[in-house]
């Protein structure tokens, strides 16, 4: 161990054993207030973008990651891959020399190699020594993104290579592994705590290979970090970094104004306007990867006739919608993928908005007084600010064509359960902000006849629809992908099992002397790049 | 007074069952599950459903899952977070000095105002004072706690930037909590600015938190002075020619305390509903907000536990001032 070396494990431990420090002896330091506290700190164990925030992002690295600010793979722990021509086998180099993070509770003895990326797939399987490793464990997105039936084995080849064999071939497959839940962990370090019978602290205690590593978390107040002086890519510029957990979005903004943080997300649409017009704050918005939809219940009548939805759809004022509830802060939504997603088929016209049409239409397909129900989300999300007030001007939309809308609501565990149930009653306010970047994550996961039970609350299963989306999924060659993902917007746009409402705008706000933060479409924050001028 | 205190204590053990149950079958009754939490917008299959519902154990029979959640009591264990996956009594331990540090500040806060702000309206009834303070205590209670949090924080830490905005502690400060109680932790960290810090993050929570108990305490103390000062032992003491303030001080004053002894003894207990809207907007680490966000995920063994957990609290501060009553009225010891 070397002299710095030194001197940081014990000002770790220092800290760590009750010792004070003051900030100002951390030349630079980034506040960011952050909107929940994690769940813990492995990130396979999660699906909650605040501890995929505080682990993936920043402690984590995984084989290949997302470019900041795209959704395009790029290499990370992994220099290069090969595929193998049936699509079946990815071959994994390597980066060399790549060290996990000297923390006060953790002294790799090693660098990174073969087994920690094979241990960090093969403990996420069911039957695995880790699969049960604390009380309640259980690996959502590893089962959500179909890794134990898609994934035949991962193998060592030799230090510096890993094979993946899937089952069958999967071109989202790449942009699966940039997610956070395939984070390389540090197998010694596992297998220690397993020795020692703690194999908890593995979720208490991370150790990655990740730009900062942990230093310490205050139960839902503030999780502490400091650069990781080893990291691959070179230090970082930051010497720390702090999350405080700052729950409700309008003391964030007072919080951010009054300097106690430099950097916060998700401000309320209503407080930007203020604070865009602040001389000392920067708001950088953007298109997030998200969609908000009115989901029709494809099995019911009258909605199971495409010409009802269309009618419908063509009832709904969508700009009045991104102006009321978005406060301009969106734009309203053709397809089901966002326009910055690759394959979005720019040459489908949405459904003018009508009413007069919509009334015809409704006539002429038989429909006279219909009464139904709109569900209106009871929790507000990046891509649905307000899902009551949406519901109400659907409804008064809905009421100038004949058609008499109830709202109804329920609590939010309950709403998607019932809202995944195929029997449920009308029309769904529900949206998405993608996983990863690849349309297979929004079309196969909302509209395939798979995901009909689940995440496909149109209960729509079209078969002209899924298999395209299908086909999509294991061809390799990203044109040919591209043309049947827009012929599957052609389907869904020409069968309407959603009116598709709006894409919203992320709003990341900061103080003038934060700099290089790039915002991620993906929805996750990332302070790698950033740096705080004194 | 001994029979007193055992007849309290035995009254607890029906009590502890009771709340037990209610616990345990609460956020039962409530729609939905923990399971469908983990997914999200995701959503999960029925089988996958099925099969976590079974390995947490919720497709057990009801009273097997009560009789194991009494055992786990027993034995100290009161579960695994289902969402965070850490023990229960170990996040409470955490968490709960937070909300106790903000509860007696808050408390302190409205004893201290409240009670003399009533004594002196009932002393000067009718008088401008008495009509000002009465009318500002029903303002008071009628503030909803989440407009007048946020009002503070924009005009005392946005404009005047008298106080933080939120939190416990400024971020720069950073020890390993000694006894959770950052007023004192504070002290003991030797760090200097860190008490003055604990102080300053104190004070607009415990304003917004104390303001509906000093509302309560202070028309409670007016009552109940004016109906003790009505009463003949205090026309008597005053015929003898007792001065004033010992006839409102000793005489009138210890009587009407036992029915602002008892509101007090409420309003902590309510406290608990307030400090989930003052935890929010302050961040404040405590149960409120942990205890809210776990019945809105339906983190079964949580609610259960932490219910548990406050109750026991709750308990025992009722014990104590029922005690308290024993000490201060004679003749409640000796019925």
């Given at each position: 161990?070397?002299?710095?070396?030194?001197?940081?494990?014990?000002?770790?431990?220092?800290?760590?054993?009750?010792?004070?420090?003051?900030?100002?002896?951390?030349?630079?330091?980034?506040?960011?207030?952050?909107?929940?506290?994690?769940?813990?700190?492995d990130?396979?164990?999660?699906?909650?973008?605040?501890?995929?925030?505080?682990?993936?992002?920043?402690?984590?690295?995984?084989?290949?990651?997302?470019?900041?600010?795209?959704?395009?793979?790029?290499?990370?722990?992994?220099?290069?891959?090969?595929?193998?021509?049936?699509?079946?086998?990815?071959?994994?180099?390597?980066?060399?020399?790549?060290?996990?993070?000297?923390t006060s509770y953790f002294t790799p003895s090693?660098?990174?190699?073969?087994?920690?990326?094979?241990f960090?797939?093969?403990r996420?399987?069911?039957?695995?020594p880790w699969?049960?490793y604390v009380?309640?464990?259980?690996?959502?997105?590893?089962?959500?993104?179909?890794?134990?039936?898609?994934?035949?084995?991962?193998?060592?080849?030799?230090?510096?290579?890993?094979?993946?064999?899937?089952?069958?071939?999967?071109?989202?497959?790449?942009?699966?592994?940039?997610?956070?839940?395939?984070?390389?962990v540090s197998k010694e370090y596992a297998d220690k705590l397993m020795a020692d019978g703690t194999p908890g602290k593995l979720n208490e205690q991370p150790v990655?290979?990740?730009?900062?590593?942990?230093?310490?978390?205050?139960?839902?107040?503030?999780?502490?970090?400091?650069?990781?002086?080893?990291?691959?890519?070179?230090?970082?510029?930051?010497?720390?970094?702090?999350?405080?957990?700052?729950?409700?979005?309008?003391?964030?903004?007072?919080?951010?104004?009054?300097?106690?943080?430099?950097?916060?997300?998700?401000?309320?649409?209503?407080?930007?306007?203020?604070?865009?017009?602040?001389?000392?704050?920067?708001?950088?918005?953007?298109?997030?990867?998200?969609?908000?939809?009115?989901?029709?219940?494809?099995?019911?009548?009258?909605?199971?006739?495409?010409?009802?939805?269309?009618?419908?759809?063509?009832?709904?004022?969508?700009?009045?919608?991104?102006?009321?509830?978005?406060?301009?802060?969106?734009?309203?939504?053709?397809?089901?993928?966002?326009?910055?997603?690759?394959?979005?088929?720019?040459?489908?016209?949405?459904?003018?908005?009508?009413?007069?049409?919509?009334?015809?239409?409704?006539?002429?397909?038989?429909?006279?007084?219909?009464?139904?129900?709109?569900?209106?989300?009871?929790?507000?999300?990046?891509?649905?600010?307000?899902?009551?007030?949406?519901?109400?001007?659907?409804?008064?939309?809905?009421?100038?064509?004949?058609?008499?809308?109830?709202?109804?609501?329920?609590?939010?565990?309950?709403?998607?359960?019932?809202?995944?149930?195929?029997?449920?009653?009308?029309?769904?306010?529900?949206?998405?902000?993608?996983?990863?970047?690849?349309?297979?994550?929004?079309?196969?996961?909302?509209?395939?006849?798979?995901?009909?039970?689940?995440?496909?609350?149109?209960?729509?299963?079209?078969?002209?629809?899924?298999?395209?989306?299908?086909?999509?999924?294991?061809?390799?060659?990203?044109?040919?992908?591209?043309?049947?993902?827009?012929?599957?917007?052609?389907?869904?746009?020409?069968?309407?099992?959603?009116?598709?409402?709006?894409?919203?705008?992320?709003?990341?706000?900061?103080?003038?002397?934060?700099?290089?933060?790039?915002?991620?479409?993906?929805?996750?924050?990332?302070?790698?790049?950033?740096?705080?001028?004194? | 007074?001994?029979?007193?205190?055992?007849?309290?204590?035995?009254?607890?053990?029906?009590?502890?069952?009771?709340?037990?149950?209610?616990?345990?079958?609460?956020?039962?009754?409530?729609?939905?599950?923990?399971?469908?939490?983990?997914?999200?917008?995701?959503?999960?299959?029925?089988?996958?459903?099925?099969?976590?519902?079974?390995?947490?154990?919720?497709?057990?029979?009801?009273?097997?899952?009560?009789?194991?959640?009494?055992?786990?009591?027993?034995?100290?264990?009161?579960?695994?977070?289902?969402?965070?996956?850490?023990?229960?009594?170990?996040?409470?331990?955490?968490?709960?000095?937070?909300?106790?540090?903000?509860?007696?500040?808050?408390?302190?806060?409205?004893?201290?105002?409240?009670?003399?702000?009533?004594?002196?309206?009932?002393?000067?009834?009718?008088?401008?004072?008495?009509?000002?303070?009465?009318?500002?205590?029903?303002?008071?209670?009628?503030?909803?706690?989440?407009?007048?949090?946020?009002?503070?924080?924009?005009?005392?830490?946005?404009?005047?930037?008298?106080?933080?905005?939120?939190?416990?502690?400024?971020?720069?400060?950073?020890?390993?909590?000694?006894?959770?109680?950052?007023?004192?932790?504070?002290?003991?960290?030797?760090?200097?600015?860190?008490?003055?810090?604990?102080?300053?993050?104190?004070?607009?929570?415990?304003?917004?938190?104390?303001?509906?108990?000093?509302?309560?305490?202070?028309?409670?103390?007016?009552?109940?002075?004016?109906?003790?000062?009505?009463?003949?032992?205090?026309?008597?003491?005053?015929?003898?020619?007792?001065?004033?303030?010992?006839?409102?001080?000793?005489?009138?004053?210890?009587?009407?305390?036992?029915?602002?002894?008892?509101?007090?003894?409420?309003?902590?207990?309510?406290?608990?509903?307030?400090?989930?809207?003052?935890?929010?907007?302050?961040?404040?680490?405590?149960?409120?907000?942990?205890?809210?966000?776990?019945?809105?995920?339906?983190?079964?063994?949580?609610?259960?536990?932490?219910?548990?957990?406050?109750?026991?609290?709750?308990?025992?501060?009722?014990?104590?001032?029922?005690?308290?009553?024993?000490?201060?009225?004679?003749?409640?010891?000796?019925?």
């Open positions: 161990m070397n002299t710095y070396k030194k001197l940081l494990a014990a000002t770790a431990l220092a800290m760590l054993t009750g010792g004070l420090m003051a900030g100002g002896a951390a030349a630079k330091t980034l506040v960011f207030c952050s909107e929940a506290a994690p769940g813990g700190f990130p396979a164990l999660y699906t909650g973008g605040e501890t995929l925030d505080a682990t993936g992002q920043a402690v984590f690295n995984k084989l290949v990651e997302f470019k900041p600010g795209t959704s395009e793979v790029e290499p990370a722990l992994a220099d290069s891959w090969t595929i193998s021509d049936d699509g079946l086998e990815y071959t994994f180099k390597l980066h060399p020399g790549v060290k996990f993070q000297t090693r660098e990174l190699n073969a087994d920690d990326v094979v960090s797939f093969e996420q399987k069911e039957g695995s699969a049960k009380d309640g464990a259980s690996y959502e997105y590893f089962e959500g993104m179909d890794f134990p039936k898609l994934i035949k084995s991962v193998e060592k080849v030799d230090d510096l290579t890993v094979k993946v064999t899937l089952t069958k071939p999967n071109a989202p497959m790449l942009a699966n592994l940039a997610m956070d839940f395939s984070s390389i990655g290979t990740g730009p900062f590593q942990f230093v310490d978390y205050q139960l839902n107040t503030a999780i502490r970090y400091e650069a990781n002086p080893d990291y691959y890519k070179g230090k970082v510029k930051l010497d720390s970094l702090i999350f405080a957990v700052t729950p409700d979005a309008a003391v964030r903004v007072q919080k951010l104004k009054a300097g106690e943080c430099q950097l916060t997300i998700y401000p309320d649409p209503a407080d930007v306007e203020g604070l865009k017009a602040d001389t000392n704050l920067n708001v950088i918005q953007e298109e997030g990867l998200n969609v908000s939809t009115l989901a029709y219940n494809t099995t019911q009548a009258p909605f199971d006739k495409p010409e009802v939805r269309k009618a419908l759809n063509q009832a709904i004022d969508k700009k009045a919608i991104v102006d009321a509830v978005y406060l301009g802060q969106g734009t309203p939504a053709i397809n089901p993928i966002p326009p910055t997603m690759w394959s979005y088929n720019k040459s489908i016209k949405d459904d003018e908005y009508n009413p007069e049409a919509a009334k015809a239409a409704l006539e002429k397909a038989g429909v006279k007084d219909l009464s139904m129900k709109i569900w209106a989300m009871p929790v507000a999300r990046p891509y649905m600010p307000n899902g009551r007030r949406t519901a109400e001007l659907i409804q008064s939309d809905f009421a100038k064509v004949g058609v008499k809308a109830e709202i109804v609501t329920f609590d939010w565990q309950e709403y998607l359960k019932q809202a995944s149930d195929p029997k449920h009653d009308g029309a769904v306010i529900i949206g998405w902000t993608g996983d990863n970047g690849d349309p297979d994550n929004f079309l196969a996961t909302l509209l395939s006849c798979q995901a009909v039970n689940t995440s496909n609350r149109a209960a729509w299963c079209n078969q002209e629809f899924t298999d395209l989306i299908n086909k999509a999924a294991v061809v390799s060659d990203p044109a040919e992908r591209t043309k049947l993902y827009e012929e599957a917007q052609v389907v869904f746009k020409r069968e309407a099992p959603w009116a598709t409402l709006a894409h919203s705008l992320v709003t990341t706000a900061m103080t003038k002397n934060v700099s290089g933060y790039v915002p991620s479409p993906l929805g996750v924050h990332n302070f790698a790049s950033v740096d705080v001028a004194e | 007074m001994f029979r007193y205190i055992a007849s309290r204590v035995l009254l607890l053990i029906p009590t502890f069952i009771g709340i037990s149950f209610v616990a345990f079958i609460f956020i039962r009754l409530l729609p939905g599950d923990p399971v469908i939490a983990l997914a999200g917008e995701r959503g999960m299959t029925p089988e996958r459903h099925q099969l976590l519902m079974d390995q947490f154990g919720f497709n057990r029979p009801i009273w097997e899952q009560y009789f194991s959640f009494l055992w786990g009591i027993f034995h100290g264990d009161f579960g695994t977070s289902i969402a965070s996956k850490r023990p229960v009594l170990a996040d409470f331990r955490a968490l709960f000095p937070a909300t106790l540090e903000l509860s007696i500040c808050a408390m302190l806060f409205a004893v201290i105002i409240g009670i003399p702000a009533g004594i002196f309206a009932a002393v000067k009834r009718g008088s401008i004072f008495d009509q000002l303070s009465m009318g500002i205590a029903l303002v008071g209670y009628s503030m909803p706690i989440f407009w007048w949090g946020i009002l503070l924080i924009i005009l005392f830490a946005g404009i005047l930037h008298w106080t933080p905005v939120s939190g416990r502690m400024d971020l720069i400060y950073f020890f390993k909590p000694t006894t959770g109680f950052m007023l004192i932790d504070s002290l003991i960290s030797g760090g200097k600015g860190a008490f003055k810090s604990a102080v300053s993050h104190l004070i607009l929570p415990t304003i917004v938190l104390g303001t509906i108990p000093l509302a309560v305490i202070a028309r409670q103390t007016r009552s109940a002075m004016l109906e003790v000062l009505g009463e003949d032992y205090v026309r008597t003491a005053r015929a003898k020619g007792l001065e004033p303030k010992r006839v409102i001080g000793v005489h009138a004053l210890r009587n009407a305390m036992i029915p602002v002894i008892t509101t007090i003894g409420l309003q902590m207990g309510l406290l608990m509903a307030g400090a989930i809207l003052t935890e929010t907007i302050f961040s404040w680490p405590g149960i409120g907000k942990w205890m809210i966000d776990a019945i809105s995920r339906r983190d079964y063994v949580v609610v259960q536990g932490g219910l548990m957990l406050v109750a026991l609290i709750v308990m025992v501060v009722n014990l104590i001032v029922d005690l308290l009553y024993a000490v201060i009225n004679p003749r409640i010891r000796v019925k």
